[in-house]
């Protein structure tokens, strides 16, 4: 009955996200709710109650099509708005407790973050729209991109199928794509002693590999000139968060594994 409601409403579904059909609606399961460890006492009724509407606001994974469709203001939701659509016979908008309004996350002290991460950057975009309305020089995807203003590198072995991924959500996430390392290098030897808000990522992957020596001996310039502001040494789950939160996180909370990377990574936290 389901497959004939959907054929009924002429919904188009598409497995991937593409920008060339103007997906106007995600579907994705939520987070299973946490099990309840200690039986529930008189007067917690509706607490409980809350906390699972709170539960159902996370979707249950965070995938690449999720995230390029919070980066495009594309609402997300659970299954439970076409199952009910299907019962109903008709169209109509998501309700709030249909609204997925984050993304999980898998780094320790951003969990807090993440509260409303994909409503924040559909907000932010509806802004920025209006803003653009008004002046036709403005870019609306500018205005909120989480990356805005960064140039990113990635080091180290990134598998061709994650490297391709990264690329499209740094681009999309508003940052550009350093695609060598002498052009990194030269980024970091061009930085002046005047305050910028342009920033030099350095990202790296989950390996033991070492940082490239010309990479390794810039950022110590860098930072020695007193440049370490303007760079950022973090692991490759930083674009993941920072697109969570809608919002370019600290360097702090994402240490690079590697040793080198980890020893850059200090060196800017100075």
Known sequence: SLHIFLQTVQLRICENF???????????PVAEQKKQRRPQRKGRKQKKK??????????????LKAMRSALDGIPIVSPDWIYRLSKAGKVSAPDSEECIQTLPTKT??????????????????????EQQAADEDTNAQEIIAPLRNCSVLLIASFAKEKRSDMH???TEAGGDVINTASAAVSKLNALSGEESSQRIVLLCDDSASTVPSGIAK???QATAKGHGGDIMVVHSAWVFDCITCSAMLDAKLFAPKSKKGKHL???CQK
Do not use: F, H, Y
Request: glycine share 4%; aromatic share 4%.
């Open 18 to 28: 593409s920008k060339n059909i103007s997906p106007t609606i995600c579907v994705m």
């Open 50 to 63: 809350a906390d699972n509407a709170t539960n159902r606001l996370t979707a249950n994974s965070r995938t």
């Open 108 to 129: 320790d002290g951003v969990e807090s973050m993440t509260t409303c991460g994909i409503t924040s950057t559909a907000a932010k975009l509806q802004w920025a729209k």
């Open 168 to 170: 499209t959500l740094i």
């Open 218 to 220: 810039a950022v110590e």
């Open 265 to 267: 990574w200090e060196m």
